[in-house]
């Protein structure tokens, strides 16, 4: 009985030793990102180009969008790790005045709200996913600038 009960104990641990692996590699594989240094930077401009697709597609007339492009740099993941960091900054540009109306319209878009610091100019802020920052902020007479962080990735 002792030799019965060895055998049983040896095979449930075999098999939970079986499940583990099977679904730590189902995971690895099938698994969103938890941290940001599980994507890459590829998969951060991805994000930020769908956020600048819908400001550009919900952006009320007589706006207009200047995309100033990505610049990229080298940062640390570690001290031993090496990685790239994109910020992407669009202008908009519209009629004097209307800056806080049209960062309410994006405030409400994205699902976020308006911080005022004080002073008159106003700034959104809001996750877009992927561990994607974006920043609006009122920059003067009819502009606003929109700044899109990855923040540093692995390459």
């Known amino acids: 009985m002792s030799t019965n009960n060895s055998r ?3 095979i449930v641990g075999g098999a939970w030793a079986l ?3 099977g679904l730590g590699t ?3 594989f099938n ?3 938890t941290v940001r240094d599980q994507s890459t930077v590829v998969s951060g ?3 930020i180009d769908r956020v600048v697709g819908q400001i550009s597609d919900k952006l009320s007339e007589p706006w207009r969008l200047d995309d100033g492009g990505y610049q990229e740099s080298t940062c640390s993941i570690t001290p031993m790790r090496d990685g790239k960091s994109a910020t992407r900054t669009v202008t908009l540009s519209g009629p004097d005045g209307s800056e806080q109306a049209e960062l309410v319209r994006l405030a409400d878009q994205f699902d976020s709200r308006i911080r ?4 008159q100019a106003s700034s959104l802020y809001f996750d877009a996913g992927n561990f994607v920052a974006v920043r609006a902020r009122d920059h003067g007479p009819g502009v606003i600038v929109v700044e899109l962080k ?3 990735r692995p390459e």
């Open 19 to 21: 499940l583990l692996v």
């Open 150 to 152: 990855t923040g540093c």
């Open 8 to 10: 049983l104990w040896w």
């Open 116 to 119: 005022s610091s004080g002073t």
């Open 26 to 28: 189902w995971s690895a």
């Open 31 to 33: 698994s969103p990102a």
């Open 45 to 47: 401009k991805a994000t």
